[in-house]
Nanobody, 116 residues
């Protein structure tokens, strides 16, 4: 069973930056897609950023130009660099992996709070 552990969340002021990490228990080459999702109180979980095995990325319109998704295959880790944070970015952030059989795994989530 694949295990994912997020870290790097916290409290940051508007305009600040955070980098989230998702440590994966197995080689990243096993997955066809990986991504970051977030869920704010009272809202549905939404895709923030995704990356394919070929390195193609996609972003929610609300974070384009501010967030960057990346992977480090040597460390079996996925990252989300978040810059110019806004209060509306406040949410629990989750990482997700999916393999060619469409089997998905989720992390436990990390809280990001943007507030002055």
């Amino acid at each position: 069973q694949v295990q994912l552990v997020e870290s790097g969340g916290g409290l940051v002021q508007p305009g600040g930056s955070l980098r989230l990490s998702c440590a994966v228990s197995t080689n990243l080459f096993r997955f066809t897609t990986m991504g970051w999702y977030r869920q704010a109180p009272g809202k549905q979980r939404e895709l923030v950023a995704g990356i394919t095995a070929g390195g193609i990325t996609n972003y929610a319109d609300s974070v384009k130009g501010r967030f960057t998704i990346s992977t480090d295959n040597a460390k079996n880790t996925m990252y989300l660099q978040m810059n110019s944070l806004k209060p509306e970015d406040t949410a629990v952030y989750y990482c997700k992996t999916q393999n060619s059989l469409l089997f998905t795994s989720w992390g436990q989530g990390t809280q990001v709070t943007v507030s002055s």
